[in-house]
């Protein structure tokens, strides 16, 4: 649901070459990640489907590092963002039987947000409100994993002020989504958890996903955990912070029977869908686009704790695919590709994710600031005894991998550094992206 800054740049655009979708090669897909499972890259677990026939699901790791148990494919996991999805679903649910409507002002439901007499349903569903998005406050982290009150939440937003007049541009705000949790709430008369059963887990079977961390804390409850030079038990976002934002949780089989059934129109009617999947700025309500070459999908991603996920559907072959990770030090990105080369049959290597060890003097020739001017971006380069770490200044710190004496990678963000020593410079690689940096 925090919208975690990724090192420069979002998650890129998917490519490969055209092919249709024939047999999938089930072998490549369990090599993938008995390498991730070997590297301790990735924790988690996929599932792909074609329509509603399951092609594949896997689960690797561990639910709980310390107590040693094993993930399954019956393992739940925060979905994080995922969540808009479901709440989208059900605000068009809401707007098709006359509870709701698209251009009904906020300010029906919320007065005193600034704007609110300006701001509309569809403008939160699209994140064009303008409205304030408290998970970027600086004390965010103090206070999310305690519960909060619906009045604490909008005074938050309210005290936040107005990003931008409404209407005027986009910008993703996860306060968008915490309002229209609200607003279905006040217009059905039912909490959000009711809704999500009712409309959406009921239809289409889904019985393994929930409002909110499970209560029982059984083997298919997952944990999750940050990299930073090791793993990291993150602590539980308490369920009323995220709301319909990014407090789901679910399993990657479930997740692809909601795409398939959201896209079958067993959720909502053709019009509300093709609602939800018209893009401006390229936000869509509840979906954004998954390009992959010329194959367009509609999915969201997710992150909430150290959970990250990424799941969506593709029309032109009624493929399905979810995946979710409870600890993470590869890009989902580069899993989602390979998958989809997989299905569309143009396969991508599988990843190397050895690693050289650096001599003290190619180390300490790397240590130092560096600086772009456009963009204004600075990443300082530090170590920790053997290891090397980057930063760009105002986010977290992460490992580098050495590929060899002058490459140095993060596979989590897609990340390659290439230094120059003796110019003084290096230069870094993200997404098809290319940035200069100098010392």
């Known amino acids: 649901m925090k919208r975690t800054a990724t090192i420069l740049f979002l998650l890129g655009t998917l490519s490969s070459p055209i092919l249709k979708a024939q047999e999938f090669n089930l072998n490549r897909i369990d090599s993938l990640f008995s390498v991730m499972d070997k590297n301790h890259a990735w924790m988690g ?13 896997k689960a690797i790791g561990y639910t709980d590092l310390a107590q040693k148990k094993k993930a399954t494919i019956n393992t739940r996991y925060g979905i994080g963002s995922i969540s808009k999805t479901f709440t989208a ?48 406050d600086k004390d965010y982290l103090s206070w999310n994993t305690k519960p909060q009150t619906e009045k604490e939440l909008v005074d938050r937003i309210i005290k936040g002020g107005a990003e931008f007049t409404p209407g005027s541009k986009h910008e993703y705000s996860n306060s968008n989504y915490i309002l229209l949790t609200y607003i279905l709430e006040k217009v059905w008369k039912k909490d959000y958890a009711f809704l999500l059963k ?21 083997q298919e409850i997952s944990e999750s955990y940050k990299f930073t030079q090791e793993w990291t038990l993150e602590p539980h976002t308490d369920n009323s912070v995220p709301l319909g934002a990014g407090a789901l949780w679910s399993t990657p089989t479930d997740l692809v029977k909601f795409f398939n059934g959201l896209f079958s129109l067993k959720i909502i009617n053709s019009a509300s869908l093709e609602e939800m999947k018209k893009i401006d700025q390229g936000y869509g309500k509840g979906l954004f686009q998954l390009p992959f070459y010329e194959h367009l999908g509609f999915g969201h991603t997710g992150g ?6 990424v799941a969506g559907h593709f029309d032109d072959s009624s493929y399905n695919v979810a995946l979710i990770s409870n600890a993470n030090n590869y890009n989902n990105n580069e899993i989602l590709k390979f998958s989809l080369g997989e299905l569309y049959k143009k396969p991508f290597p599988l ?10 003097e190619e180390i300490s020739s790397i240590v130092g600031e560096y600086k ?45 550094i ?10 870094l690689y993200q997404n098809g992206h290319t940035l200069i940096l100098k010392k």
């Open 45 to 57: 677990s996929i599932a792909i489907a074609k329509g509603d026939h399951l092609l594949y699901q």
């Open 89 to 136: 679903a059900l605000v068009l649910k809401s707007i098709e039987l006359r509870k709701l409507k698209l251009d009904e002002p906020i300010s029906t439901f919320f007065k005193d947000i600034p704007n609110a007499g300006k701001i509309t349903v569809q403008q939160l569903l699209n994140h064009s409100s303008g409205v304030h998005s408290i998970t970027n």
């Open 198 to 218: 009712e409309y959406i887990c009921k239809p289409l079977n889904l019985e393994e996903t929930t409002f909110g961390r499970p209560k029982n804390n059984s």
């Open 304 to 309: 909430i704790d150290g959970f990250s996920s």
């Open 351 to 360: 990843p190397d994710l050895t690693e050289v060890q650096l001599t003290e």
């Open 372 to 416: 772009s001017e456009q963009p204004p971006i600075q990443i300082n380069i530090t170590r920790e005894g053997s290891k090397v770490l980057g930063q760009v200044v105002g986010q977290p710190a992460f490992q580098l991998k050495a590929k060899d004496k002058n490459t140095l990678v993060q596979p989590q963000f897609g990340v390659k």
């Open 418 to 427: 290439v230094f120059e020593r003796d110019e003084n410079k290096i230069t």
